[in-house]
């Protein structure tokens, strides 16, 4: 693998580093991070720039063993009987014969039965399939799970059998500056200091007391997003008091968490930030409609 970083990756040049590293020397990978810290986008950039085959998989609780290795076409072993050309390969079976990166994504979602048949890969570097056969690991396979360590509904404790075989990356949110760059990537053409301001709302939901999870950036492109799109439905600037609030309800009061015990809206402690960070409603002399609309 090359030494260069991928261009398009903000603020990770030093997960970049050594999640290339760790490929490099053989090793399977362990990314943890809240959602929205670039994981997916970060092994993306990698397969990408070091042209390696990526095959990814969505984990939940539905992956069933199956699923992730192959089946056998039932209409296929009718006609001609278990063997290779009845298997119909699954992401882990595609991703071992073509010495591929397989990525499998909310690995704490996934059922253990599936898990164990990952950990038998780590450590023979083969998979053996009923009534079919050894399939061996290509030259160039890895495994790269990822996992939001917060997480912690419908998820299960990873094992120490996972972790044993892995090397692990955390990975946290990035700083305001690298954020403000993610920005403007996603959603170009925001003003410099509102978009500015937008980041530090989000930044602010992961600090606030009475909220559990923060939202990430991804919180803040959509925030931007739905201004431009708001302000042009109402005619008004995108930087117009009200659409921002509307749009920071809409974008953020879903991707926030509160604290069980707190008995208010997350649609309420989202207003007081961004009363905190825009200001109060600016006021005309003839007198104004209730802010919000929402």
């Known amino acids: ?72 076409d039932p209409a296929l072993v009718l006609e001609r009987g278990y063997g290779p050309e009845t298997f119909v390969d699954g992401p882990l079976a595609e991703a071992l014969r073509a010495g591929a990166l397989l990525y499998v994504e909310e690995t704490n979602r996934i059922p253990e039965e599936t898990l164990n048949v990952l950990i038998t890969v780590m450590s023979e570097g083969e998979l053996t399939v009923p009534r079919y056969g050894r399939i061996v690991a290509a030259e160039g396979f890895r ?90 439905r109402r005619g008004v600037d995108v930087e117009d008091w009200t659409v921002g609030l509307d749009a920071a309800l809409v974008a953020l009061s879903g991707r926030i968490r509160l604290a069980e015990s707190i008995g208010r809206a997350p649609e309420d402690v989202v207003r007081e930030l961004y009363v905190a960070v825009f200001g109060a409603e600016p006021r005309e002399d003839s007198g104004g409609d209730d802010p919000g609309g929402a």
């Not at 986008?41 to 199956?66: H, I, M, Q, Y």
């Not at 044993?164 to 996603?186: F, N």
């Not at 301001?197 to 606030?208: A, F, G, M, P, S």
Request: glycine fraction near 10%; hydrophobic fraction near 45%.
């Open 143 to 232: 495994l790269v799970a990822a996992m939001n360590p917060f997480d912690a509904v419908g998820t299960a404790r990873i094992s120490s059998a996972i972790y044993d075989r892995v090397c692990r990356i955390t990975m946290g949110y990035q700083d305001a500056v690298d954020e403000r760059a993610i920005l403007d990537l996603r959603a170009p053409g925001v003003p410099g200091e509102w978009g500015a301001k937008v980041v530090d709302l989000v930044r602010r939901t992961r600090e606030h007391p009475e909220i559990r999870v923060g939202s990430s950036v991804r919180g803040a492109i959509d925030m931007a997003r739905l201004c431009g799109a708001l302000a042009r």
């Open 1 to 72: 693998m090359t030494d260069e970083s991928p261009s398009n990756v903000v603020g990770r040049a030093r997960e970049v580093e050594l999640l290339v590293a760790a490929l490099d020397s053989g090793a399977h990978v362990l990314l943890e991070g809240p959602p929205g810290t670039g994981k997916t986008t970060l092994l993306r950039s990698v397969a990408a720039e070091e042209k390696t085959d990526f095959v990814f998989v969505e984990g939940n609780a539905e992956l069933t063993p199956a699923r992730l290795v192959g089946h056998f």
